[in-house]
């Protein structure tokens, strides 16, 4: 019976190297007839820059908005906090786009190295006064389109 039993294993054994083997080449293969230069990743941008720019300056639209921040949050730092703040501005101010006030704001707490994880614990005391009123001007314009209330504000460190 053991004899039997280790022929039994024997032949799965080599059935499987085979296979093992057999699947190794048909996955190279594959990869051969792959043109490499129309792959695309999870992290390349579908739509070039100028097409994106034109639909969120022109219609607002929150798709390419999207794609264009978290390009640009790929980017080099001081290029992608002041093109957010850009485009985060316009899609604010013309569209409402809720998100994209909290981004500006992020944009220029980030470029000017303040923590802004917690909105209430913001401290904006050590910024040039120049970026502080524009910053200022942007809490109020916030409270204007209600996307924060006063008593926030007021808890933020001046």
Known sequence: MNKILGLVFL???ISCKENVEQVQTQKENN???INQDEVRTISSR???YDTLINRVKKHGDVDAYDELFYSFKDCCFRESTDSVMVYAKIMAENFNYERAYYDYYDAILEKHGIDHTNFPQIDISKMEKKEKQKLEN???FMIE?????QQTLDSIKR
């Open 145 to 149: 389109r209600k996307q924060i209330n």
């Open 138 to 140: 942007w809490f109020k």
């Open 31 to 33: 990869i051969e007839k």
């Open 46 to 48: 579908t739509t070039n």
């Open 11 to 13: 032949l799965c054994l």
